[in-house]
């Protein structure tokens, strides 16, 4: 019993240095040199990459990618996004100062969620709880296909993994019947899952200078919530909603 309560011990002190390890991760340092650098684009990306690398056990990196979201790319909703996982973080954070820096990020969360309420037209959505409604909505849509992707990328790995060895079967000498080749029901593939790539409309955008994803989206459509429509018609120019670069014409489903 000892011993199991020292290994959980070691577990917890271990996840607490990963947490606290995040700022000596070398990807970190550049990112931050980048958004110092005004290169927010290019921070993000590296922010983007070690959440990813770290299984979303860096609070920092939400962090600043939560400010980039908001005050440069004007995508409320992915600020939102990454200052929840940021709060989350923090709650079960041993740091002094964990109380004061979730009430600091619940300010920026009431924040973008204003910025999220003006972007639609007041004609349409008068009452703004029925605006914060949509935001909940949204963001329930994005955990779920957060959740698919997840369940998608476990389906290829099971179907790429080798097959499990089957157990040959010997038969004993004239003592039981020999099944023919004919006789076996054959085997049927398994589907790989497909993602539905939006049709090319024939619309084309050129991405300019404060562009993101979202914004691109409002403005094409007239609703911010598409996205990611374009980002699935355009995978082959944009890797992910954090790879826009400027000059470059994309299509818009």
Not at 116 to 125: E, G, I, L, N, Q
């Amino acid at each position: 019993m000892l011993a199991g309560l020292a290994l959980l011990a070691g577990c917890s002190q271990q996840n607490s240095l990963e947490v606290l390890n995040e700022e000596e991760e070398p990807i970190f340092r550049r990112a931050r040199d980048l958004y110092a650098r005004g290169m927010e684009n290019e921070a993000l990306e590296n922010f983007l990459k070690l959440i990813q690398r770290r299984n979303g056990n860096a609070p920092e990196s939400h962090l600043d990618a939560g400010n980039i979201y908001l005050k440069h790319l004007r995508d409320p909703v992915s600020a939102i996004y990454h200052f929840k996982h940021y709060e989350a973080l923090m709650q079960r954070s041993d740091r002094d100062d964990a109380e004061t820096r979730i009430a600091l990020v619940e300010e920026r969360i009431k924040t973008a969620k204003k910025e999220f309420a003006m972007t639609f037209d007041a004609k349409v959505y008068k009452d703004p709880l029925e605006r914060l409604k949509l935001l909940d909505t949204i963001e329930a849509l994005r955990s779920e296909n957060e959740l698919l992707k997840r369940q998608l990328t476990d389906a290829r790995n099971r179907l790429n993994s080798p097959e499990e060895p089957q157990v040959a079967v010997h038969r004993l000498e004239d003592s039981a019947p020999v099944l023919r080749p004919e006789a076996t029901l054959p085997r049927e593939p398994i589907p790989e899952p497909t993602l539905q790539v939006p049709q090319d409309s024939g619309r084309r955008y050129t991405i300019k200078s404060g562009d993101s994803l979202y914004k691109i989206s409002r403005q094409v459509y007239g609703d911010g919530s598409r996205w990611r429509d374009i980002l699935e018609a355009n995978r082959d120019l944009i890797p992910n909603e954090s790879s826009l670069k400027v000059g470059t014409t994309i299509r818009i489903p």
